[in-house]
């Protein structure tokens, strides 16, 4: 039985990351997102290791063909590692945003991370082994006015994975929560909200925040925050009660609207 690494969102930024950093590790891939031209591009690159490389184009937001991938999924395959890298934001007032759009966040963000964790733990239980990373956010600490439903999701996505941490340590599965603050990604693009001057200045490389979402699920540390800039902003939010902190951040979205 062949062992595999799936990432999800793997066309680009940090899914194209994980790709090649799990690649350096000889680690099989199983690649899925909706770009299947950028995932072939991604397979061609990784020619050069002695792996093998899967790509599936899938639309986590639709979970009919992500039922549909892992149903047709080789039964002789053990996903051995998941990492949930899939997601996006959307900025503006909850009650200004587009239904169809609003309602797949919730999908993509939440119950895609769900449903595959859903449909391979017992496969890991049943083989005593396995890794799951879910990339939560520095959102995931706070409430985030102008960006409400992204920053709730990730709060879900965060407590979601250090409860199953707990639930499946006695079966040796690690599981993770990697806690990025903004990063040179496609997000800001997807999200149309701008990264402020200060924003700007703390902005990370997609590939250390990887490196160190990596270091932490092999180690299943609980949660992983990449940068000593997002420590502090955690540090920050401590001083400040929940509702005082939404009120700062609402200040610094709303400069962006």
């Known amino acids: 039985m062949k062992t595999y690494t799936l ?11 994980f790709a090649h950093e799990y690649a350096k590790q000889n680690k099989n891939l199983i690649l899925i997102a909706r770009r299947l031209n950028l995932l072939e591009a991604i397979k061609e ?6 792996i093998e490389v899967l790509v599936y184009q899938v639309d986590v937001s639709e979970l009919t063909a992500l039922k549909n991938f892992m149903d047709h999924l080789d039964p002789e395959i053990f996903i051995e590692r998941l990492i949930n890298n899939a997601g996006f934001g959307l900025h503006g007032t909850f009650d200004s945003q587009i239904e169809a759009r609003m309602m797949e ?12 964790a859903y449909r391979l733990i017992p496969k890991m239980k049943a083989m005593k082994q396995g890794e799951i990373l879910n990339v939560a956010s520095m959102a995931a600490f706070t409430a985030g006015p102008y960006m409400a439903e992204y920053y709730a999701t990730k709060a879900y996505v965060l407590s979601f994975s250090i409860a199953l941490r707990e639930e499946l340590k006695a079966f040796n599965i690690k599981v993770s929560a990697l806690c990025p603050g903004p990063t040179h990604t496609e997000f800001f693009h997807v999200a149309k909200n701008g990264p402020t001057l200060l924003f700007e200045n703390i902005t990370m490389a997609s590939l250390p925040v990887v490196q160190k979402g990596m270091k932490a699920l092999a180690s299943n540390q609980a949660i992983s925050i990449p940068g000593t800039q997002n420590y502090f902003l955690l540090l920050l939010t401590k001083f400040f009660p929940r509702v005082g902190a939404a009120q700062i951040i609402a200040s610094v979205q709303k400069g962006k609207l």
């Open 7 to 17: 990432i999800t969102g793997a066309s680009s930024g940090l899914g194209k990351d």
């Open 105 to 116: 966040m919730t999908r993509v963000n939440i119950e895609a991370v769900n449903y595959l």
């Open 45 to 50: 690159d990784l020619k050069g290791y002695p």
